[in-house]
């Protein structure tokens, strides 16, 4: 009877070693990277450290090591990430030279999926193989983090702050999210950070429930009813705003489902949380809209610095039609918005 009562502690600890263990990741995924492989890939960009060479092969999820040193190599001198290139991307001797000499080029960035998504690959690959450089690494972007936050709680775009819209609170392309998802997962103790010490931790628990702030902070409201998000908001006056021609002041569905999905993962919200969430899903079933079908119809070719465009779009009266949701919605009075774009 002793014995299994002095046992207990270890078969429990044992569990615990377990069950952490299963938590850790095998590999490291490239679908978060997809966004920055994708864009390094279809664009050549003659700003671009390297461009991509045709036909080069590319590392598998399970070659930590080599994706790890990839994400290190792309880490700048500030702690943070350039977008648009692609970690898993086997490297040229020559290209891994430019991208090193450029380490002090601080064109660092949260947009198209970056940042966040390195440093828990990089946490990833140390829980993995225990290199002390990938920790170091890490730690370094979780204080670009840090350092990058308005009081107010926002992230902008980019980070030095540059004088055009990347200095707005960006939600688009899940930037502010994707950003307090990593720190939800710190503060909620994943083991995957357990190498983060106690003065850190909560620095970062601060600058976590200041971006939820902000998030409650930039629901809009409309004739006093709470509805959904824009993609980019001023970072004094957390009011909407124009970002490129195409990205107009407006409640973006795209990105306010991105964020009602997130503070659905919060355990034990608080009232305002389950406020703003409850508000968002009404706003979605008051905007849907019926009887109207979107389709893609051939057109003159035109040429644009993203690709080349062969077909346009035409909206069509459908009775038959399942409801559906424009990409913005224009304020007061909130209506749908088509974007017309118009090649120069």
């Keep these: 009877m002793i014995k299994r009562i002095v046992c207990l502690p270890v078969v429990l600890a044992l ?27 279809s664009i050549f960009n003659e700003k671009n450290m390297i461009n991509a060479s045709p036909a080069r092969p590319r590392y598998q999820p399970a070659d930590i090591r080599q994706v790890a040193d990839n994400i290190l190599l792309f880490q700048k001198a500030n702690g943070g990430w350039p977008k648009n290139y692609d ?11 430019a991208v090193a000499a450029q380490k002090n080029v601080l064109n660092t960035t949260f947009d198209n999926g970056t940042c966040y998504t390195h440093i828990r690959a990089l946490a990833i690959a140390y829980a993995l193989v225990k290199d002390e450089q990938y920790k170091a690494a890490a730690l370094r972007g979780l204080n670009y983090i840090l350092e990058a936050q308005y009081a107010n709680g926002g992230w902008p775009q980019y980070y030095p702050l540059e004088n055009n819209y990347s200095r707005y609170i960006t939600f688009n392309d899940g930037g502010m999210t994707g950003i307090v998802d990593l720190l939800k997962s710190i503060s909620e103790k994943d083991p995957l950070y357990d190498f983060i010490d106690i003065g850190l931790r909560s620095k970062l ?15 809009i409201i409309d004739n006093g009813l709470l509805t959904a998000w824009c993609q980019q908001y001023d970072e004094m006056t957390l009011q909407p705003v124009w970002a490129r021609k195409f990205e107009p002041p407006s409640i973006c569905n795209g990105e ?5 999905f997130f503070l659905m993962s919060i355990e034990h919200p608080d009232e305002r949380v389950i406020k703003a ?68």
């Design 205 to 219: 628990q601060t600058a976590y429930k200041r971006g939820i702030d902000c998030i409650l902070n930039t629901q």
């Design 256 to 260: 306010s489902v991105g964020i009602v």
């Design 15 to 41: 569990f615990l070693i377990a069950k952490a263990q299963q938590s850790i990741p095998q590999e490291i995924d490239p679908r978060p990277f997809a966004d920055n492989a994708g864009h390094w890939y």
């Design 277 to 344: 969430v409850n508000a968002a899903i009404r706003w979605f079933e008051t905007s849907r809209i019926y009887n109207t079908v979107v389709k893609t119809v051939k057109a003159e070719t035109m040429d644009t610095p993203f690709r080349v465009s062969k077909s346009d779009r035409v909206v069509e009266t459908d009775s038959t039609a399942p409801p559906i949701w424009t990409r913005f919605y224009e304020l007061k009075p909130i209506a749908p918005c088509f974007v017309i774009v118009t090649a120069k």
């Design 87 to 97: 970690v898993f991307a086997i490297l040229t001797p020559e290209q891994k030279s």
